[in-house]
């Protein structure tokens, strides 16, 4: 069964074309990033119109490389929340747009949920239940995850997602947008040891994040250093940065997965492309004889192949989403 996606929440203006949740004949993303890059952050106003500039195209290529026209697809699924409100109302006019003309059921899905979910289009036996971490620009999210459409947020950031302290510390050196790449890059290059940041709500006891402080505790650590002349190696302190950041997502989940008895953990959102979170949590999970499995990079960072793959398991239960379908900002679970 093959299900039409469309993605637009955020600053990738994406269409894909998916068969039975797993198979991608199309993946087309057009990405917004050159256009924001001089910001050092995503504009929200440029978004939604770079978006409706794009999303025709998007979805013509997606059809195309998939070899079928608009007739064919069972289904439109489209993400409708959360996001930017005026970003994600250009790909749901676009997908009421098609359903209406072509009578196809509209399916909204959930953004997040569809990030989580990345992880069972890679590894289609993958067990259940297990725990998810989804780590994005805008969510530090804690799942424990029944089935593809069943998932109980367990906790999530009290502030900044752990990829807007990458993207704001970034923007904070002038290294360019989206900052996470350009940080894990640098971060190779230095010592995670030379500076002590501090793991926010490591032993906090529950399920929660918090990456404010600490983004705070490097801009504070430059602007010191700046005032007192003294000279600081940008890749210490990113690799400093790092360690931090990725420590407190890997020990958490870790014990996380030991409470919830669980023998699986996943990753998905763009910060699971980061290598150090791969590379730790992967070495970590094992001695703790627990697996750890995560998307390949295409489907951790937004795209639309997820939305298609989700919404083909909310067709089979049989959820439609009426023309009213709007955009909501926010995640409501
Ligand atoms: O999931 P995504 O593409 O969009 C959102 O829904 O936010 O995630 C984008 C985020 C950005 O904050 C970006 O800096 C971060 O993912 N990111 C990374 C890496 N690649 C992307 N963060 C750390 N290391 C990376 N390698
Ligand atoms: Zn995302």
Redesign the pocket.
């Known amino acids: 069964m093959l299900i039409l996606g469309i993605e637009s929440?955020?600053?990738?203006t994406a269409a894909a074309v998916v068969e039975d949740g797993v198979r991608i004949l199309s993946n087309v993303i057009s990405s917004q990033n050159a256009f924001h890059q001089k910001y050092g952050g995503i504009v929200p106003e440029i978004a939604s119109r770079k978006h409706v500039e794009l999303i025709l195209y998007v979805i013509e290529e997606a059809l195309n490389k998939a070899g079928i026209t608009l007739a064919d697809p069972e289904a439109i699924a489209v993400t409708y929340k959360p996001?930017l409100v005026g970003s994600l109302l250009v790909g749901i006019s676009a997908a009421k747009a098609i359903a209406y003309c072509y009578h196809k059921p509209l399916i909204g899905v959930n953004?997040?949920e569809a990030?989580a979910y990345a992880n069972f289009m890679e590894h289609p036996d993958l067990e259940v239940p297990h725990l998810n971490l989804?780590?994005?620009?805008?969510?530090t999210l804690l799942f424990y995850v029944k089935s593809p459409t069943e998932q109980e947020l367990l906790g999530g950031t009290l502030d900044d997602?752990?990829?807007?302290a990458?993207?704001k510390i970034?923007k904070f050196l002038n290294l360019g947008?989206?900052?996470?790449?350009?940080?894990?890059?640098l971060a190779k290059k230095g010592d995670p040891k030379a500076i002590n940041f501090p793991r926010p709500l490591l032993n906090s006891g529950d399920y929660n994040f918090s990456f404010s402080g600490l983004k705070t505790a490097v801009t504070y650590y430059v602007k010191e250093a700046r005032e007192q002349g003294k000279e600081i190696r940008e890749e210490d302190l990113l690799a400093s940065f790092?360690q931090a950041a990725i420590e407190v997502l890997v020990v958490k989940l870790l014990k996380a997965g030991e409470e919830k008895q669980v023998f699986t953990l996943t990753l998905?959102?763009?910060?699971?492309?980061?290598?150090?979170?791969r590379k730790t949590l992967s070495e970590k999970g094992a001695e703790q004889g627990l697996k750890v499995v995560y998307p390949r990079?295409e489907l951790?960072?937004?795209?639309a192949a997820i939305i298609a793959g989700l919404g083909y398991h909310l067709f089979k239960k049989g959820e439609r989403s009426g023309l009213e379908l709007s955009a909501i900002a926010n995640l409501e679970f």
């Open positions: 929440s955020c600053d990738d996001g953004h997040i990030h989804t780590v994005s620009g805008g969510h997602a752990v990829g807007e990458y993207d970034a947008f989206p900052g996470g790449p350009i940080i894990d890059r790092q998905s959102g763009g910060v699971a492309a980061n290598s150090l979170l990079l951790c960072t937004d795209n």
